[in-house]
Every structure is written in structure tokens, then in C-alpha cells.
């Protein structure tokens, strides 16, 4: 039954796929939900490594772009990279959001937009703030308390462009900041239809934590040295604002944020900006059809941040956890004219279905929108 729902277990039992289908009507039941990993790439380091690194197809050459900025606060404004429809009313759009460190050229962010594009969507790829080049646009850092600039980004595409049907899609960090927007607004936002949240840091404490483990220390170096970069440049845009003397000293990400982040977004510590920036909070308000989609072996986002009765709880949720699948990678098998990237394909799957737009892949073209949910997927 499309109802029914299957409770996630106490030890997290290693199926191919843990769904937990509290919105029966939005997430269909099918097999071909599986999650098969790349035969070389089971490994959760090498999955999450290698599909940043690997070489692939990003916006179709044509596609129209707009360049964009939204005011989110009196002194931030931020860069969209937009793609309208011939008719941008009239066609569902998705607002993509990128992690930490991350930017509208995001590996993810243009294979989604390519695939989402070719379906009929509006697509706006949303740099968050000082993200894509935008130092010099924001008095303030950025973090993952900012949802609030999504919801502004929203405030215009429906009250100045007119568009009606609008989906949220973000990654990590950008996932904390979607899924914390739709808790916040609530049912306010008639245009939001929907909200897909790809690995989302729903508790920053667990997931700092996690990266401070030995096994993580490539990434956290990873996030350090961008985060530096780019207060370094900052600084440049706003001499005299911010001190960046003390990066020579920093070590970990806790330690950045103890020094920059919180104090610069109003925070005592970094342990306090963890604890309030969490979109575990608001989870039980979310009052639109909302999907989150996780691997239970990613690196630094536990997979027991899901096993929570704000996600069990809510009927709007529904978790997919795959067994593997890295972080926020997804490589999958070669499955017929499809291409790798696993997570992709069901999210655009998805919402072409939800958004009665004829649904395909990108090798084959459109095929028409299937009429049951369950075969959404097939």
C-alpha cells in the first residue's frame, strides 16, 4: 500500500534501501527505488572522491541563463543563475541549493539543472551568500542558519516573477537550509510544493563530530583551506572587518567557526551556532511533501541524525536511505541509457511526476508522465 509506512530500525538493518513512507501519496513503492552502487566504488570514501572528480556533462550548450540577484537582507544580496521556459510561468521551477563550500558550478548543481531543464522546469541555481564569486555582495559570512535568504529568494520568484510551483532541492548544507525554510514558513508559501533534501546536515554538532574523526581529516582539511580562501577574500572587499591572522592557527572546522562564523552571525560559540541552526527543530512543521535522501555509510553526516520522531512523526516526511552511496555521491551501475548519478535521476524522476511534466531520461528523451505514483520510478 502507498500508505504504509515501515519504521527504521533500532540497528539500522543493512538493506539495499530503508524507506520510511510517512507521505505515502508523494513517495511511490518500487523496487527500482535499489540503490546499486558502482562496483568499484563501494568504498564510501572513494564513492564521495570520485564523483567530485569525475569528468561529466553539466548544462546542455543553449541553455538560456540569466544571471540574477536577490536581495535577502539590507546589506546581502545573492547570485541566482537562472533558466526560464519560454514560459516561465507557466512551468515548475526548482531552486537548487549548494553545501559548504559549494557554488552554482557544483558538480550536482548543473547535472540536476540539466536534467531538470530538459524535462520543462525553471531551474535557479542559488549561490548562497559570498558563495560563486559573490564576496563583495554580503557585509556578513555565510552559514547554516540562512534560511531565511531562501525564503526571500521564494518571496520574489513568486510575488515578482508570478511563478506558482516551486520546488526546493539542496544539498549537505544547502539541505539544512531547505528543509529549515519549509519548517519555518510553514504552509505560508502556497507556491512551495515541495521540498527534496539530499544528505542534509539536519544536526551540525553530529556532523562536525564526525569530521573531526582521523578517517575524515580529508575533508575537514578540504572545508578549512576554502573557508580560509574565502575569508581571506572577503576581508579584501571589507578591510578592517575581519582579522584573518588567526587562520594560521586553526586547525578544525569547530575552531573556524568558534572564531568566525558564530561570532559573525550573532552566536556565542560554535556550540551554540550548532545547537540553533539545526533544522531538527522544525522539522515537525513542515507542512509540504518533503523528501530526504541519505546513505546510511556517508562520512560525516550520520545516518543516526534521521532516526528522530520529528522525521517518523511528521506524514509530510519521507527518508530514503540508501546502504551506500557516500556523500551525497550516488554512483550507481551502469542501468541502461541512464548515467551515474543515482540520486539525480530519482529526484528529476520525481518531480517531473509531481509537476505533471512527461518524464524521461536524458539519453532517451521524454516519455509520458506516468498516471499512478508507483510507476514513477519503474
Known amino acids: 500500500s502507498l500508505r504504509s509506512r515501515q519504521a527504521l530500525s533500532r540497528a539500522f538493518t543493512p538493506s539495499p534501501l530503508i524507506r520510511y513512507d510517512a507521505c505515502g501519496t508523494m513517495i511511490p513503492s518500487a523496487p527500482s527505488l535499489k540503490f546499486h552502487p558502482h562496483l568499484v566504488l563501494r568504498n564510501r570514501h572513494v564513492m564521495t572522491i570520485v564523483s567530485r572528480v569525475l569528468p561529466r556533462r553539466g548544462v546542455p550548450n543553449g541553455t538560456p541563463v540569466e544571471a540574477r540577484l536577490f536581495t535577502v537582507a539590507p546589506t546581502a544580496r545573492v547570485l541566482g543563475q537562472c533558466h526560464w521556459q519560454p514560459n516561465a510561468q507557466a512551468a515548475p521551477t526548482i531552486v537548487l541549493v549548494h553545501g559548504l563550500e559549494g557554488s552554482s558550478d557544483s558538480h550536482y548543481m548543473l547535472g540536476l539543472t540539466g536534467k531538470a531543464w530538459r524535462l520543462g522546469f525553471n531551474v535557479v541555481r542559488l549561490n548562497q551568500r559570498n558563495c560563486g564569486g559573490t564576496e563583495h555582495l554580503a557585509a556578513t559570512l555565510y552559514h547554516s542558519g540562512l534560511s531565511d535568504d531562501v525564503l526571500s529568494v521564494l518571496d520574489d520568484l513568486t510575488n515578482q516573477m508570478g511563478l506558482k510551483r516551486i520546488w526546493t532541492v539542496g544539498y549537505s548544507m544547502g539541505g539544512n537550509l531547505v528543509l529549515r525554510a519549509a519548517g519555518t514558513i510553514g504552509s505560508a508559501c502556497s507556491a512551495l510544493k515541495g521540498v527534496v533534501a539530499v544528505a542534509p546536515s539536519i544536526d551540525p554538532a553530529a556532523c562536525v563530530e564526525a569530521l573531526e574523526r582521523r578517517e575524515n581529516w580529508i575533508y575537514q582539511q578540504h572545508f578549512l583551506r576554502r573557508l580560509g580562501q574565502r575569508l581571506r577574500r572577503k576581508a579584501r572587499h571589507f578591510p578592517g572587518k575581519w582579522d584573518v591572522e588567526p587562520l594560521r592557527r ?35 512543521e513542515i507542512q509540504v511533501p518533503t523528501l530526504i535522501i541519505t546513505s546510511q555509510d556517508d562520512p560525516f553526516v550520520p545516518f543516526r541524525i534521521f532516526d528522530r520522531p520529528e522525521v517518523k512523526a511528521n506524514p509530510q516526511i519521507t527518508l530514503w536511505a540508501s546502504r551506500s552511496g557516500g556523500h551525497c555521491a550516488f554512483l550507481q551501475r551502469p542501468k541502461g541509457s541512464e548515467d551515474s548519478y543515482w540520486a539525480e535521476n530519482r529526484i528529476t524522476e520525481l518531480l517531473g511526476t509531481l509537476a505533471g511534466v512527461e518524464v524521461g531520461d536524458v539519453a532517451t528523451g521524454p516519455r509520458p508522465a506516468p498516471t499512478d505514483l508507483r510507476d514513477a520510478v519503474g
Open 250 to 284: 586553526i586547525k578544525t572546522l569547530r575552531a573556524f567557526d568558534d572564531q568566525y562564523t558564530a561570532p559573525d552571525g550573532g552566536f556565542s560559540n560554535a556550540a551554540d551556532y550548532y545547537e540553533r541552526v539545526g533544522a531538527r527543530h522544525v522539522l515537525h
